[in-house]
C-alpha cells in the first residue's frame, strides 16, 4: 500500500510539474492555445497570468516531493495538506473555470489521498 501511495502522489506531482510547463512556457503556443482553448490575444492578455498560476502548480508539485522525500508519519501529513491544496485548486478550478479540471486536477489527488490516508 506504501508503494501504491508514493506512486500516485508522484503521479500528482509530475501532473503538475506539467501543468507548471503547460502554463508557464507553452501558454501562447499553438499547443498551449489548443490545450487551453484560447485565441492567440487571449492568451497574450493572460500570459502573465497564466505564468503566476503555473508558478503555484510548480509550488504544489514541490510540496508533494517534499512530502515523499520526508521521512516517517511528517512526510505523510505533508502529503496529505499539499493533496488537500491541489483538491481545493480542482475544485474551484472546476467551479470557476472548467469542470474538467475537477476531474483532471481534483480526481487523482483525491484517489492518492485516500491511498495515502490507508497506507
Not at 32 to 46: H, M, P, R, V, Y
Amino acid at each position: 500500500m506504501n508503494n501504491l501511495a508514493a506512486a500516485l502522489v508522484l503521479l500528482v506531482a509530475f501532473e503538475h510539474v506539467y501543468f507548471l510547463y503547460l502554463e508557464m512556457f507553452l501558454w501562447t503556443t499553438p499547443k498551449g492555445l489548443k490545450i487551453f482553448g484560447n485565441t492567440a490575444q487571449k492568451a497574450e492578455d493572460s500570459r502573465v497570468l497564466a505564468a503566476n498560476q503555473g508558478l503555484y502548480n510548480g509550488f504544489l508539485a514541490a510540496g508533494l516531493l517534499w512530502g515523499l522525500a520526508y521521512p516517517g508519519e511528517a512526510g505523510r501529513h505533508i502529503q496529505m495538506f499539499f493533496l488537500g491544496c491541489v483538491i481545493v485548486a480542482g475544485i474551484y478550478g472546476g467551479i470557476t473555470a472548467k469542470p474538467r479540471i475537477a476531474v483532471l486536477q481534483a480526481g487523482p489527488a483525491a484517489l492518492a489521498l485516500l491511498v495515502v490516508a490507508l497506507a
